[in-house]
């Protein structure tokens, strides 16, 4: 929500092309950030809180923001106590934060003042992106058909500025670990996302064997074979072999629909403030006849004309808009370095984009159709209901890896039609 004034110093950053045009929209903006989640507040910003002295301000600030007594940390020492319905205390009736009204945008938690931009740093340059939960990001990210392109430039940051996570590949050189290969790894996986000769399914499914590959050689302690590995898959995603053979991948839409109604089920199940999220699973569950008594068959009958009547239409015309959203998660979440394993990584990657995915295809269903307003719908509440999520998304793996479905056949059934 800042604009990024205080306290800078110039730095190098790469950032994705769409972050020079973003400025936050305000009341403006038909999702605000300051409902639906949990605000925390940072040890700095508590203290000033804490000297507050006008009266307002000082009694809402005692009322509406607690310490964090289970697990405190200098970022979350503190937290807003929301209203029952889920809007923050200090959001005023004209949607605009009564802060930064009243105090300016120094007085903002670090989470408010950042987001929705994350901020990390590899090798020590800055890399600046944004989360699709921020429906003005989410539009200029993904609308753009063109495939999405990186800048480095050199431009005043906040000192204030979160830093996420670090990586350092040229201190790791001589160490026998496979982020020495970071840039080499993220490089192809943006090129076979972004190879439209292939259909998106397709280069998902292709990702997720360069990154078994990948995986493999690691568990083997072979990571010195990673930039050969490299090597093959930029030779192989363009030959026609790889793109008869990823066409051949077998379907199976009653287990897709059925792995992936669970996965969101298991968000269902810890508690959705989002109006927009269950809006849209509720027109989901109704274009595709998810309802009491049918079968999952029925339901795979009516999923699977959905997405031929409606989604593939779509997709034809626009499908840069899923493309753009998992080369932005790529880059802005570091992958596949983050998480502890690196297939882990990518069984995320597919996790996202299977949900999203069959969001859409009943979403389209519901409405007849599917529009640039209801994708972008959909991938937003999407991301702001689950990619904040961590617990959640630690669970999925445990459960994926549970149920023995981490593997690279059931991640191509999850995703692929």
Known sequence: MGDWKLGEKKRRLLMPQYMAKFRCIGNECEDSCCV????TIDEETYKKYRRVKEPELAGMFAKHVGRNRSQPSPAEHARVRMKKDGRCPFLTGESLCLIQL????????NTCYTYPRTVNEVNGVLE?????SCPEAARLALLNPEPMEFDLVEEMVPERTQIKTKVDSRALAAANRPVRYFWEIRELAVDILQNRALPLDDRMVLLGMFCRRLGEAVEGGQVQE??????EYRRVQNDKATAEMLAGVPTQVELQVKLAKELADERFAEGISSARYLENFAWFLAGVGCVKGASFEDVAVRYRSAYEDYFVPFVREHGYILENYLVNYVFRSLFPFDQKDIFDAFVMLAVHYAMIKLQLVGVGAFHKGLTQKLALRVIQAFAKTVEHNTAYLTRIIELLTAGGYNTLPWMAILMKN
């Open 36 to 39: 639906g989640w949990r605000v």
């Open 102 to 109: 009243r105090l300016g945008e120094e007085y903002l938690s």
């Open 226 to 231: 990673i930039p050969g590995i490299v090597d």
């Open 128 to 132: 600046r992106s944004a989360t699709m």
